[in-house]
């Protein structure tokens, strides 16, 4: 009761916990618009624009994330990606979720959807995302993919558990969920 609680009041504060962009370094903030500039936005398919934040460590979130952004036309902004971008520009890490963030708002203003491959089991992460998602007036949905069953419960509400380890199923996983996105 309580983790669903602190799970929506969290993103009501998030913005003294978490910093804006503004607060990134100059190498950050030249990796930022360098990677920004290498994002082509497509557009979306859903009726709203969609902000989809993946949860899963080592479970294949990019081969979700691809089969999703085919059905629902999203852009997705890879976790991996921004940190090799920070790496280019002699840059922390510390704040490549912040980036994936503001990219991912910055599509959606584009008219486009955005698939967050970026593991988001952490609440804070979930806080702030929730918080941006809101301001830019964009459906924020969670999907889990895990590839072994005694994994633990989803630490909050998803849209999907998507279980990997069986490709047959969990296309079918992803076609069911996109139909609840285009819905």
């Known amino acids: 009761m309580f983790s669903r609680f602190r799970e929506f ?10 910093p804006a962009i503004e607060a990134l370094s100059w190498r950050e903030i030249k990796a930022y618009h360098a990677f920004k500039k290498s994002i082509e936005v497509k557009p979306h398919k859903t009726k709203e ?11 294949g979130k990019i081969s979700v994330a691809e089969e999703l952004a085919e059905y629902i036309g999203a852009t997705i ?20 979720c912040v980036i994936a963030e503001e990219v991912a ?3 959606v203003r584009k008219g486009g959807n955005v698939i ?3 593991d988001f089991t952490d609440m804070y992460k ?4 929730r918080a941006k998602a809101r301001k ?3 459906r924020l949905v969670f999907v889990r993919t895990y590839c072994a069953p005694e994994t633990e419960k989803p630490p909050c509400a998803v849209l999907a558990n998507i279980n990997t380890a069986h490709e047959v199923y969990w296309r079918h996983d992803i076609e069911e969920c996109a139909k609840e ?3």
Do not use: F, N, T, W
Not at 126 to 129: C, N, T, V
């Open 181 to 183: 996105l285009l819905a």
């Open 9 to 18: 009041v969290l993103p009501c504060i998030i913005g003294v916990i978490v």
């Open 136 to 138: 830019a007036d964009a």
């Open 49 to 59: 624009p969609v902000i989809i934040a993946l949860i899963g460590s080592a479970s």
């Open 126 to 129: 979930r806080a702030s995302i």
């Open 105 to 107: 708002i910055e599509i």
């Open 77 to 96: 902004v890879r976790g991996d990606d921004i940190c090799i971008m920070l790496q280019k520009h002699e840059a922390s890490y510390e704040y490549s």
């Open 116 to 118: 967050l491959d970026s």
